[in-house]
């Protein structure tokens, strides 16, 4: 990991009258970072989003990008950014050609035809160049989103759900994309997203929020690999087991209890323990199930479960 | 700023709403003009009346400088509708329609993006005027043919053809003020809300509220009348006037170059307190 930080927010709120949307945030994005941002819906990450956009005015905190803070250097932070936020919308009484070339224009990027068209055929909308942008469907004006947001060749891109909307195929495409500018053209990227599946992949690092706080923030790997696990283990006698376990110290860890399947949260390093006093009281084992995929993590975060 | 102006003016041209305008004036024109061709000389002759029995006219009376005069009498109620459309537009359509989210996260100040929309919006309503001006003066003249201009302002003046020119474009420009408030004013609107048809309807509505107001015979609305801007915009016709009023114009355009600019001041500062929520 690179330590030249590129996004730094400290205690960054937003109220919106009694509602807070965000509350004293703190996240560090770093160069190459491939950045997830997570959070489920309402969780203030399309408010964090816009203040790192400076479309929303936060009540509190700060933001630097690029080490400058983005109040005073508004304009020369978004000439290194290329953003999608929310779905992509367009002038959509103009053809997609004409909306790069405006949109372009203001960001101070290469407007040339040539230009233009190599970003459109990147996306794969260059046949559909003239088309006005109202006869787009949405997977495509997502697409024409992507092309804006890298059409000035920007070192920071911020992405809040790229890949809504589209078909399986173009998800994967975008995924590429991203992996693409990450790994070759050395982009920093900071995605939200729902898919979460998406970002375990993508990502190198990335923070849950929700209610706008902070949950957890680092490396895919770390957070998964997080002391307390999530086991399911698979026995012939269910209610057995559950005796078996009410007289051992692992009676707190239990979580659920369903057909032949005790579920436990418990630190990883006993879970071989527990297995082995099981058998050692006549309960056949046939499964132990890590649970550890980030979907079920970032449930376990966003229902309120621990840290 | 160029490029920004450039691109404001676009979005405007390129959208079908911009035309109607241009369609309204390109039709009401020749209608009026045509019906005037049949039935002019009626018209003078309604006009002159109580002097036909003292004077004896001769020359061309009935003429495109009478037409272009009379044309910008009956459109100067109806004008400022063909203006709200574009001004209650140019703010809120991008909030309608989401694209401040990509106008405002390019590398150029809140500032400039208003004072761009700003321009372009005030090109429009030059542009708009200047065919008004095209067809009501410069086609009348071609159908008419020019001549001295008859001026009915409670008394009847005649001046003379070489006297005319300057006044319609003292007229025009004093116009072009006028709209200048109407427009600023819808523009004011249009950054309150989301919606185009809000500022639109505001807009219209505070100029017929403030009309009506200023026609009623009540001595506290008559006493309130010279505040009200809708008081101040039909002073272009005091360039048809012997001697022209030249302090009322002042006074009239001071008045309305004081909302433009405050008007222009008070959106500028709500664009930039404005959190994009769209």
Same mark, same amino acid.
């Not at chain 1, 969780?43 to 203040?51: C, N």
């Not at chain 1, 975008?174 to 939200?192: A, E, G, H, M, P």
């Not at chain 2, 003292?54 to 037409?67: A, D, Q, R």
């Given at each position: 990991?690179?330590?030249?930080?590129?996004?730094?927010?400290?205690?960054?709120?937003?109220?919106?009258?009694?509602?807070?949307?965000?509350?004293?945030?703190?996240?560090?994005?770093?160069?190459?970072?491939?950045?997830?941002?997570?959070?489920?819906?309402?969780?203030?990450?399309?408010?964090?989003?816009?203040?790192?956009?400076?479309?929303?005015?936060?009540?509190?905190?700060?933001?630097?990008?690029?080490?400058?803070?983005?109040?005073?250097?508004?304009?020369?932070?978004?000439?290194?950014?290329?953003?999608?936020?929310?779905?992509?919308?367009?002038?959509?009484?103009?053809?997609?050609?004409?909306?790069?070339?405006?949109?372009?224009?203001?960001?101070? !990027?290469?407007?040339?035809?040539?230009?233009?068209?190599?970003?459109?055929?990147?996306?794969?909308?260059?046949?559909?160049?003239?088309?006005?942008?109202?006869?787009?469907?949405?997977?495509?004006?997502?697409?024409?989103?992507? !092309?804006?947001?890298?059409?000035?060749?920007?070192?920071?891109?911020?992405?809040?759900?790229?890949?809504?909307?589209?078909?399986?195929?173009?998800?994967?495409?975008?995924?590429?994309?991203?992996?693409?500018?990450?790994?070759?053209?050395?982009?920093?990227?900071?995605?939200?997203?729902?898919?979460?599946?998406?970002?375990?992949?993508?990502?190198?690092?990335?923070?849950?929020?929700?209610?706008?706080?902070?949950?957890?923030?680092?490396?895919?790997?770390?957070?998964?690999?997080?002391?307390?696990?999530?086991?399911?283990?698979?026995?012939?006698?269910?209610?057995?087991?559950?005796?078996?376990?009410?007289?051992?110290?692992?009676?707190?860890?239990?979580?659920?209890?369903?057909?032949?399947?005790?579920?436990?949260?418990?630190?990883?390093?006993?879970?071989?323990?527990?297995?082995?006093?099981?058998?050692?009281?006549?309960?056949?084992?046939?499964?132990?199930?890590?649970?550890?995929s980030l979907e079920d993590y970032f449930l376990k975060i966003t229902e309120g479960g621990s840290k | 700023m160029t490029t920004l102006i450039y691109t404001e003016l676009q979005k405007i041209f390129k959208k079908w709403r911009t035309y109607i305008g241009f369609i309204a004036i390109g039709?009401?024109?020749?209608?009026?003009?045509?019906?005037?061709?049949?039935?002019?000389?009626?018209?003078?002759?309604?006009?002159?009346?109580?002097?036909?029995?003292?004077?004896?006219?001769?020359?061309?009376?009935?003429? $495109?400088?009478?037409?272009?005069?009379?044309?910008?009498?009956?459109?100067?109620?109806?004008?400022?509708?063909?203006?709200?459309?574009?001004?209650?537009?140019?703010?809120?359509?991008?909030?309608?329609?989401?694209?401040?989210?990509?106008?405002?996260?390019?590398?150029?100040?809140?500032?400039?993006?208003?004072?761009?929309?700003?321009?372009?919006?005030?090109?429009?309503?030059?542009?708009?005027?200047?065919?008004?001006?095209?067809?009501?003066?410069?086609?009348?003249?071609?159908?008419?043919?020019?001549?001295?201009?008859?001026?009915?302002?409670?008394?009847?003046?005649?001046?003379?053809?070489?006297?005319?020119?300057?006044?319609?474009?003292?007229?025009?420009?004093?116009?072009? &003020?006028?709209? $200048?408030?109407?427009?600023?004013?819808?523009?004011?609107?249009?950054?309150?809300?989301?919606?185009?048809? $809000?500022? &639109?309807?505001?807009?219209?509505?505070? &100029?017929?509220?403030?009309?009506?107001?200023?026609?009623?015979?009540?001595?506290?609305?008559?006493?309130?009348?010279?505040?009200?801007?809708?008081?101040?915009?039909?002073?272009?016709?005091?360039?048809?006037?012997?001697?022209?009023?030249?302090?009322?114009?002042?006074?009239?355009?001071?008045?309305?170059?004081?909302?433009?600019?405050?008007?222009?001041?008070?959106?500028?500062?709500?664009?930039?307190?404005?959190?994009?929520?769209?």
């Amino acid at each position: 990991m690179n330590s030249e930080q590129i996004i730094e927010v400290r205690g960054l709120t937003k109220k919106f009258k009694s509602l807070i949307a965000v509350n004293n945030l703190n996240l560090n994005v770093y160069r190459g970072d491939v950045f997830g941002f997570l959070g489920p819906n309402g969780a203030g990450k399309s408010t964090t989003i816009r203040m790192l956009l400076s479309l929303i005015k936060p009540t509190d905190g700060s933001i630097k990008i690029f080490g400058m803070p983005l109040k005073e250097n508004r304009e020369k932070i978004l000439g290194k950014v290329g953003a999608i936020v929310e779905k992509p919308d367009f002038y959509m009484y103009l053809s997609a050609y004409k909306n790069l070339e405006i949109l372009g224009k203001l960001s101070g !990027a290469d407007t040339s035809k040539k230009k233009i068209m190599e970003m459109l055929e990147l996306v794969g909308l260059a046949n559909r160049f003239k088309s006005k942008v109202k006869t787009y469907s949405h997977g495509m004006k997502q697409r024409l989103g992507i !092309a804006q947001a890298l059409l000035h060749d920007p070192e920071l891109i911020i992405l809040d759900e790229p890949t809504t909307g589209l078909d399986p195929q173009g998800m994967k495409e975008i995924r590429d994309l991203i992996i693409y500018l990450s790994r070759v053209k050395n982009k920093t990227i900071f995605l939200s997203s729902h898919i979460l599946r998406e970002v375990e992949i993508i990502t190198s690092r990335m923070i849950i929020i929700n209610k706008g706080t902070t949950q957890v923030e680092g490396t895919v790997e770390e957070l998964l690999k997080s002391d307390n696990v999530s086991v399911t283990f698979e026995v012939d006698n269910i209610s057995k087991a559950a005796e078996v376990l009410n007289f051992t110290m692992w009676n707190k860890n239990l979580k659920s209890k369903e057909k032949n399947q005790l579920l436990l949260e418990m630190p990883q390093n006993e879970v071989a323990d527990l297995n082995k006093h099981f058998i050692e009281n006549g309960i056949s084992v046939s499964a132990v199930i890590p649970v550890k995929s980030l979907e079920d993590y970032f449930l376990k975060i966003t229902e309120g479960g621990s840290k | 700023m160029t490029t920004l102006i450039y691109t404001e003016l676009q979005k405007i041209f390129k959208k079908w709403r911009t035309y109607i305008g241009f369609i309204a004036i390109g039709v009401l024109v020749p209608i009026v003009q045509t019906a005037l061709y049949f039935t002019g000389d009626d018209y003078i002759r309604a006009l002159t009346r109580t002097f036909q029995d003292s004077f004896f006219m001769v020359g061309n009376l009935f003429n $495109g400088y009478l037409v272009a005069n009379l044309i910008l009498n009956s459109l100067f109620i109806h004008f400022p509708f063909l203006i709200v459309l574009v001004g209650g537009d140019i703010l809120a359509s991008e909030a309608t329609s989401g694209t401040y989210r990509m106008l405002l996260t390019r590398p150029v100040s809140r500032f400039q993006v208003v004072t761009a929309k700003y321009i372009a919006g005030m090109i429009y309503v030059t542009v708009l005027l200047a065919w008004l001006a095209f067809l009501s003066l410069g086609i009348s003249c071609l159908i008419f043919g020019t001549g001295e201009l008859l001026s009915f302002r409670g008394k009847l003046i005649i001046f003379a053809a070489d006297d005319v020119l300057w006044r319609f474009a003292f007229s025009y420009l004093f116009a072009l &003020i006028s709209m $200048g408030t109407v427009f600023a004013l819808s523009f004011f609107f249009s950054s309150l809300v989301e919606n185009a048809i $809000g500022p &639109i309807v505001a807009t219209m509505a505070l &100029i017929i509220i403030l009309l009506i107001l200023s026609a009623l015979p009540v001595e506290i609305l008559q006493n309130l009348s010279p505040y009200f801007f809708t008081s101040h915009m039909a002073v272009w016709s005091n360039f048809f006037d012997d001697p022209v009023d030249y302090a009322d114009v002042w006074r009239s355009g001071s008045v309305l170059l004081g909302h433009i600019v405050g008007l222009y001041l008070i959106t500028t500062y709500i664009f930039l307190k404005k959190d994009i929520l769209s």
